[in-house]
Antibody, heavy 122, light 112 residues
Framework: QITLKESGPTLVKPTQTLTLTCTFS??????????VGWIRQPPGKALEWLAL???????RYSPSLKSRLTITKDTSKNQVVLTMTNMDPVDTATYYC??????????????WGQGTLVTVSS | QTVVTQEPSLTVSPGGTVTLTCASS?????????PNWFQQKPGQAPRALIY???NKHSWTPARFSGSLLGGKAALTLSGVQPEDEAEYYC????????????FGGGTKLTVL
């Protein structure tokens, strides 16, 4: 059974750096084809894909946010960490992590965490 | 900046059929965009429905199907149920040196 859970601060101040942790179970990030991604959703708005890290440490970022994002993994702890620098009130959102799988002819996200709401305010 | 466009809202009667579409600003959507579809109900995390255009997850109800239609990715609901009222999002993969994923703006489906 695959589960993911996001954790981190619920409130950050403008200009601060946000660090979020995704702790998962039911799969290993050392298994070929496996990835973990981050997605966010501002209140009342659409989903936005942020970043993805694969089993081989390959990393992908949203072009519009790439300069502010860093994604890392700790395979031994079953965790993926996302950092976002220079936070702004527009970054207020629910942040989700999700399990991903890439194969020869397929690529998808299937299992999602429950999400964690991060508010940016002074 | 790549933009993925969905219908903002659609309405369908219970038992009816409705098709939601997903277009890319870069041109026709093909299987190489690995279209994914998700359902999200208020206060809940998104739930995956379809991947790689037309493949269903083990939990996806049979009434949901995915396809390519007129240069777009499409999600068709046949025999719509009241519980299908939700927001639906597509997700497209853009390959290349800096490959990334882009969500559509979502379609609010009302069952009325």
């Amino acid at each position: 059974q695959i589960t993911l859970k996001e954790s981190g601060p619920t409130l950050v101040k403008p200009t601060q750096t946000l660090t979020l942790t995704c702790t998962f179970s039911g799969f290993s990030l050392s298994t070929s084809g496996v990835g973990v991604g981050w997605i966010r959703q501002p209140p009342g708005k659409a989903l936005e894909w942020l970043a993805l890290i694969y089993w081989d440490d390959d990393k992908r970022y949203s072009p519009s946010l790439k300069s502010r994002l860093t994604i890392t993994k700790d395979t031994s702890k079953n965790q993926v960490v996302l950092t976002m620098t220079n936070m702004d009130p527009v970054d207020t959102a629910t942040y989700y992590c999700a399990h991903s799988w890439i194969g020869p002819t397929t690529d998808y996200f299937d299992y999602w965490g429950q999400g964690t709401l991060v508010t940016v305010s002074s | 900046q790549t933009v993925v466009t969905q219908e903002p809202s659609l309405t369908v009667s219970p038992g009816g059929t409705v098709t939601l579409t997903c277009a890319s600003s870069t041109g026709a959507v093909t299987s190489g965009y690995y279209p994914n579809w998700f359902q999200q109900k208020p206060g809940q995390a998104p739930r995956a429905l379809i991947y790689s255009t037309s493949n269903k997850h083990s939990w996806t109800p049979a009434r949901f199907s995915g396809s390519l239609l007129g240069g777009k990715a499409a999600l068709t609901l046949s025999g719509v149920q009241p519980e299908d009222e939700a927001e639906y999002y597509c997700l497209l993969y853009y390959g290349g040196a800096q490959s990334n994923w882009v969500f559509g703006g979502g379609t609010k489906l009302t069952v009325l």
